[in-house]
């Protein structure tokens, strides 16, 4: 099993989402998180002033799937949030060790 862990920007969520449950993803959590990465935030207008953002709003998806579904996650991810602009995002794939259900106390891929 592995967690995947991804940073997409939050126009781009709606699209994560259905291709994910296309593949059948079951559960996922979702936050909205802020940062940055190589573009360092941007600028932006208010009230005729110029003020930096340096932080950027984004959307962190949060899914464990077993190893035979992690290639078709990961192009289903990359190919709904592309934009093909900088701050597309990044996934991260994290080795899970074992999971378990609270409720029935299924463990490993049961436990998914």
């Known amino acids: ?3 995947v862990e991804a940073i ?3 126009q781009k969520w709606e699209a994560v989402q259905k291709a994910l449950q296309d593949l059948g993803v079951e559960g996922m959590t979702v936050s909205e998180v802020r940062g940055h990465g190589r573009q360092k935030g941007h600028t932006e207008m208010y009230r005729g002033v110029e003020y930096r953002v340096d932080l950027v709003p984004k959307i962190k998806v ?3 799937v077993k190893d035979d579904k992690v290639e078709a996650v990961l192009q289903a ?3 709904a949030a592309a934009t093909g ?3 597309d995002g990044k996934i991260f794939v994290i080795p899970v060790q074992d999971a378990m259900r609270i409720r029935t106390g299924e463990r490993g891929e049961a436990g998914l």
């Open 77 to 79: 991810i990359s190919k």
């Open 62 to 64: 949060e899914t464990v």
């Open 8 to 10: 997409v920007k939050p």
């Open 1 to 3: 099993m592995v967690k």
């Open 85 to 87: 602009q900088v701050g």
